[in-house]
């Protein structure tokens, strides 16, 4: 900023302003900038930071995609994975619309909530947690380039005919 465009400042502001010299700030924050250490497992990126100046390690959890074109969201407090009995019924409900367990990608929003649009072209959420804004329950969403079912947990839709039933007619528009 030259020393002309300086001098009006004072009639902008009525408080101290106080000038920053770019170069000596973008130099300051690219040698703060910590190491980062990646490791790929099951999906999951995590990368650490190397020992901060106060010595303690910050892990930090990312969810990476696994590129498969079905999406299936659930809500696991307890646990990483999916209930044994739930991941039975989802299994039934996948084998109906002709997939397999190993043909969707799974993902629990309690430990990786959605942060952003997936990747994947069909997505159906078992949870309210979908993080993807108003979808209306068990009604087929489709986006630009995405189809999204939103329903309720796989607990309660096994113990209601009804929910069974509009889970099934949103299935057969996104598969059949």
């Known amino acids: 900023m030259s020393s002309q465009n300086k001098a009006f400042l004072k009639y902008l502001f009525h408080e101290n ?13 690219a040698t703060s900038q910590p190491n980062l250490l990646v490791e790929e497992e099951d999906g999951v990126v995590e990368a650490a930071d190397v020992e901060t100046k106060a010595g303690a390690k910050e892990p930090v959890a990312m969810y990476q995609s696994k590129g498969k074109s079905v999406l299936v969201l659930y809500e696991n407090k ?18 109906a619309v002709k997939l397999q367990w190993g043909d969707v990608e799974s993902r629990n929003v309690a430990q990786y909530p959605v942060t952003g649009e997936p990747s994947n072209p069909k997505i159906i ?47 057969q528009q996104m598969f059949l």
């Open 17 to 29: 302003i106080y000038l920053i010299d770019d170069a000596l700030l973008v130099e300051q924050v």
């Open 78 to 95: 307890e646990e990483a994975e999916m209930k044994a009995p739930e991941l039975a019924y989802l299994q039934k409900i996948l084998g």
């Open 125 to 171: 959420a078992f949870t309210h947690a979908h993080g993807m804004g108003v979808v209306a329950p068990y009604v087929l969403k489709s986006t630009g380039r995405q189809q999204i079912i939103m329903a309720h947990d796989l607990t309660t839709i096994a113990a209601s005919v009804e929910y069974r039933k509009q889970l099934w007619a949103a299935l």
